[in-house]
């Protein structure tokens, strides 16, 4: 028997050494060949764990060396290697506090172990990095635990933890594409990983594809039925999609402020889908400016833009809230930004009618000099002009001060030039229409307002103020 067992050892130690051979020449999957030949021949020896343990790691199969690493100490307590790479694997797996306990096993046996020593500073500096993460997930600082997974990922390269909880947090600040590759990577080699199915789930979720969305998170619950937030998120998900729906239906059906109401209770349900959320403060700004709640559309314009930068039909939308509301500059503004944008036709024209009315808001509004609205008829024009060019003649204020007369010339001036563009159907139409902009105006240097108060009122002599007391006047007929 003895004779029979020494054959058995050498044998095993004839793999052991093949696999040393293969190793050497980094031919790993050989090497796990030969040295799993050697465990089967001879199952109680520590060292040829420990070297199938070194293998599997080089084939970045964590899981399965950590176990041969487990087993190669727990034949032999005292060896050194086993503990060291044991430790090893847990803090590649992501398991710090396991392996600082290896490493600290290490450094019994072997107190001036410097990988050990180095290995447990990593260890130590990955539970920090995790306590870090945790409090700045609670405080919704998600590029700080970004950061911190990245660090801690440096030492624990294999653990999907990690992985995960940055994916979730990219997802959390927009940047889905790079979440869902980091979720991908790590379906790729664990397809039932719920927490890598539920970040793809919550980035088509974000990015407004709550259908798929919701087949993910489903997925997550089938894989993983205690996921809490994939509960939440599906949760959400359903309730975002159901109460938008509802709003859009309303609006339709022309009850607005039913609309203004469902989007306003979805806009509650989730502060974290920026894109769905930016879409609900435009459709909420729709349906206010046709409540004529023109200032909070401009406000739920400016909320959705906040969200989403890129969101043209946010600009559009205030652009037009802000034309009605005679805010020329902002609207000449945002239709700007959508031009640079998207270079149609239709932006162009939004554009040039935007500084159009800017420029002529800029110009002597002739309608507020005669006290008239812009749809007044002939007959109006001619009475707002009797009226203020009696009210400004200087004739009127010939015993007023210096500065007054030269305040009451001016607005006599002013009163006869409005008259002069507006009771000429012409002039008025090019006026109206902004076309004497291009002209510089109507061209009124050489213009005299007391002709055209002498021509209204019943050629030369035909009026005159009288004094009857003092600041008394009436004005005759001659």
């Known amino acids: 028997v003895s004779r029979f067992g020494e054959k058995r050892h050498l044998n095993a130690e004839s793999f052991k050494e093949q696999g ?20 089967d021949v001879c199952p109680k020896n520590a060292s ?72 447990l500073k ?24 970004v950061y911190c997974m990245d660090r801690a990922l440096e030492s624990a390269s294999a653990c999907h933890r990690f992985r995960v909880l940055k994916a979730e947090c990219l997802a959390l600040l927009g940047r889905y594409s790079e979440a869902q590759s980091v979720a991908s990577d790590i379906l790729r080699m664990d397809s039932t990983n719920g927490d890598a199915l539920y970040v793809r789930g919550l980035c088509l979720y974000y990015e407004d594809c709550i ?19 994939a509960r939440i998120a599906c949760r959400n998900a359903k309730a975002l999609k159901a109460k938008k729906e509802e709003g859009n239906k309303a609006f339709k059906e022309g009850n607005y402020e039913e609309a203004y109401e469902l989007y306003s209770e979805a806009l509650t349900i989730d502060p974290n889908n920026i894109k769905t959320n930016a879409k609900l403060y435009c459709n909420r700004a729709t349906v206010g ?44 503004r945002d239709y700007e930004k959508v031009y640079q944008t998207e270079k149609t036709k239709e932006h162009k024209q939004l554009l040039k009618n935007a500084q159009l ?36 003649h200087p004739d009127r204020h010939s015993g007023a001060s210096a500065e007054v007369q030269k305040e009451e010339e001016k607005k006599f001036k002013e009163v006869g030039e409005a008259f002069t563009v507006l009771s000429d159907p012409k002039k008025k139409s090019r006026y109206d229409s902004g076309h004497d902009l291009d002209d510089d105006g109507m061209n009124m240097g050489d213009f005299d307002a007391n002709n055209i108060f002498k021509a209204f009122f019943g050629g030369p002599g035909g009026f005159s103020f009288e004094a009857s007391g003092p600041g008394n006047f009436f004005f005759q007929f001659g």
């Open 122 to 145: 990593n260890a130590e500096a990955i539970l920090e990095y995790e306590r870090l993460a945790e409090v700045g997930f609670e405080k919704r600082d998600f590029r700080m635990v």
């Open 211 to 229: 259908d798929k969305a919701v087949q993910f998170f489903m997925q997550a619950l089938r894989m993983a039925p205690d996921h809490e937030k």
């Open 289 to 332: 400016s046709k409540l004529k709640k023109l200032e909070q559309a401009i406000e739920d314009c400016t909320k959705a833009i906040s969200l989403d930068e890129t969101y043209i039909k946010a600009y559009l939308r205030r652009a037009q809230c802000y034309m009605d509301t005679q805010m020329y500059e902002e609207a000449v």
């Open 20 to 39: 040393n051979a293969f190793y050497v020449k980094k031919d790993y999957g050989e090497a796990l060949h030969c040295y799993t030949k050697a465990i």
């Open 48 to 119: 040829y764990y420990g070297n199938r343990a070194a293998t599997l790691m080089m084939l970045t199969r964590y899981r399965e060396a950590l176990e041969d690493s487990q087993q190669a100490v727990r034949l032999d307590d005292t060896f050194m290697k086993g503990h060291l790479r044991e430790g090893k694997c847990h803090l590649l797996l992501g398991n710090a506090m396991a392996a600082s306990r290896c490493f600290q096993k290490v450094l019994e046996l072997e107190p001036d172990n410097s990988q050990a020593q180095q290995e």
């Open 357 to 392: 009315e800017l420029k002529k808001s800029k110009r002597k509004d002739y309608y507020k000099v005669l006290g008239v609205d812009k749809n007044a008829t002939e007959e109006e024009i001619k009475k707002a002009y009797r009226k203020r060019a009696l009210m400004h």
